[in-house]
């Protein structure tokens, strides 16, 4: 613990919706989900308008659908997302050397090794500035976490949500934590809530009271120590600037279970080889490959090998993962498959006997292989699209380079996916609203534009091209004012939108100053103002897509 607040955690408001209303002005101040399209999607994220419906992340899409029918789907465009989160991780590199990622949209900082004055106006004004500048550089709002310690630091962030910025002055801590649920804790999931439930412990407080003897003997020497330890306020955890990647894997789940056996193996094949793309982009190499497979039940089976060296080979690993699909019963259907690799190196060593086994059986398997790949390309495509826009928030412990399935989705013959940026040779540039029945909707507008018109082609219009998403804050625009209120998302401490609004249920934006809370008992929380169809109307979506709901 530190006597001083220099320990900064940003968190990005919902950053997916975020980034998606930044870019798309139709859809500023409306609920907006990011996710998996499909009838199997997962919510990667969503907007603060839809989450007043009951919509959250690690929903499955169909319920997400049910609860705000009129919700925007879009498909997640990791490609613009990391770009972003680079831009913003910058801007935190700037602070300090010591920054640690967490995930593309949250990291801590360490004040004080950039040389910050360890007091808690000088930590504010930090703060404030960073607030300042993310909104001037991407457009986006962020919430800022000050404390002496990493827990109370994203404690503080969560509570600032959203777009505010919450300082806990040391000395503090005991009494903001006792009235919270032990759900707060780092390391308290959902096994180890219910465990504390049944002894009758659901506050901090209560977790502080019950002593260490008693937690210790409810969940272990270490787990309860821990725990003892943060009840009190206690966390001696360093900011580390380098986190070292655990492991590294991709996986895919499927719209229609796969029953037929050549096909199982062939997508273990197609992931494994992603794999290894991703494992080289990271520049490793891993000993033990682990495969995932989740069967039309819902059971999750995970089956690993281990090999003799470190190694970033393809065939290595594919025929790894191809013995451990052998031994796992797929006859009633899978639904997921993953393959992944851990124990993870710099280095590689050659396995002579695998590369010998490789070459020996190449000759013979050649011809089956490329059978069995034509077979299913159609409809590997369309699965490692949907796969990846189902993901959820990208693992911390993977490479920055996490999901790019979803990026694929465009690489099949004239797939329109709903949210993706596509450029038409009359009207210029615009986004996909919807596709069906041979047809795709676009509505033309950029972030900085007016909510735009929407039209409607064949899904083969030679005329209509997919395109790179434009930025949300044109600095080259000329009499761009990157401060002003015309390109951040629509939501509080940026942009509101008037009550009239353009034939096609879009609202012109207006410029709005932040509005932020620097201390949790100086002011009442933020809160977005809640959406409903009496407020605002729903954004259309003509041309959705023939398999939504």
Known sequence: MRAAPTILHLDMDAFYASVEQASKPSLRGKPVVVGGIGPRGVVATASYEARVF??????????????????????????????????????????????????????????EAGGAAASAEAARAVGEQLRRDIRSVTGLTGSVGLAGSKMLAKIGSEQA???????????????????????TLPGVGPATAEHLRRAGIHTVGEMAEAGEDELVRLLGKAHGSSLHAMAQGLDDRSVVAERDAKSVSVEDTFDVDLHDRARVQSEVRRLAERCVQRLRSAGRSGRTVVLKVRRYDFSTLTRSETLRGPTDDPAVIQEAAARLI?????????????????????????????????????????????????????????????????????????????PEAAEAAEAGPRR??????????????????????????????????????????????????????????????????????????????????????????????????????????????????????SSSPPVSMPGADASSP
């Open 326 to 402: 052998e031994g796992v019963d797929t006859t009633g259907g899978v639904r997921l498959l993953g393959v992944g690799v851990t124990g993870l190196a710099d280095f590689t060593q050659e396995d002579l006997f695998a590369q010998a086994a490789t070459a020996q059986a190449a000759p013979a398997e050649e011809a089956t292989a490329q059978a069995a790949t034509a077979e299913a390309a159609g409809a590997a495509e369309a699965c490692e699209a949907e796969g990846a826009a189902a993901a959820h928030a990208p693992d911390p412990e993977q490479p920055p380079g996490a």
């Open 54 to 111: 009951g919509v959250h992340s690690a929903m499955a899409t169909a319920q997400a659908r049910r609860l705000c029918p009129n919700a925007a789907y879009l498909a997640p465009r990791f490609a613009l997302y990391r770009r972003i989160s680079e831009t913003v991780m910058e801007l935190l590199h700037q602070l300090s050397p010591l920054v640690e990622p967490l995930s593309l949209d949250e990291a801590f900082v360490d004040l």
């Open 416 to 533: 329109w996916v709903p949210g993706h940026d596509v450029r038409h040779a009359e009207f210029g540039t615009g986004w996909v609203q919807g596709s069906g029945v041979g047809r795709v909707t676009v509505r033309f507008e950029q972030p900085w534009s007016a909510p735009g018109r929407v039209r409607t082609f064949p899904v083969d219009d030679p005329d209509l091209e997919s395109a790179e998403p434009p930025p949300l804050v044109p600095q080259e625009r000329p009499g761009a004012d990157p401060s002003s209120g015309t390109a951040r998302a629509g939501r509080a401490g940026g942009t509101r939108h008037a009550g009239g609004g353009d034939p096609e249920g879009g609202a012109e934006p207006v410029a709005g100053a932040a509005e932020t809370r620097d201390d949790q008992s100086s002011s009442p929380a933020i809160r977005p103002k809640s959406w409903s169809p």
């Open 161 to 183: 949500k959203p777009d505010g910025l919450v300082l806990i002055d040391p000395g503090t801590e005991r009494e903001l934590l006792e009235p919270m649920t032990v759900r």
